[in-house]
């Protein structure tokens, strides 16, 4: 199993990036995926996720400014993320679930490497 986060990078507040995460070595349709941060010094927590049959779920604190999506054929999973503000720094994570989704760190077994993502003017 291999997922491979790209997309991150430098962004003035209020602007917009899309992360991806290609993933290989297992059936990608079969399985939830979400979306980590972690900013430093902070733990890692959980931004959003999709279940194997696109449902979608998400932090309180990234809804309505943030979606998730998976390209089944593309097997991979991307994170649009706009209206950023620098409280969005973080080191952003893929992660392979579980289960049908799940919030807890402890719902994923599979981790890519993570792609930095700043926001600042």
């Known amino acids: 199993v291999q997922l491979q986060a790209s997309g991150g990078g430098l962004v003035q507040p209020g602007g917009s990036l899309r992360l991806s995460c290609a993933a290989s070595?297992?059936?990608?349709?079969?399985?939830?995926m979400g979306w980590f941060r972690q900013a430093l010094g902070k733990e890692r927590e959980f931004v959003a996720a999709?279940?194997?049959?696109?449902?979608?779920y998400y932090a309180d604190s990234v809804k309505g400014r943030v979606t998730i999506s998976r390209d089944n054929a593309k097997n991979t999973v991307y994170l649009q993320m706009n209206s950023l503000n620098p409280e969005d720094t973080a080191v952003y994570y893929c992660?392979?679930?579980?289960?049908?989704?799940?919030?807890?760190?402890?719902?994923?077994?599979?981790w890519g490497q993570g792609t930095l993502v700043t926001v600042s003017s």
């Open positions: 999709v279940n194997w049959g696109g449902v979608t």
């Open positions: 992660a392979r679930g579980k289960t049908d989704w799940g919030r807890r760190l402890a719902d994923y077994d599979y």
């Open positions: 070595g297992f059936t990608f349709s079969r399985y939830s």
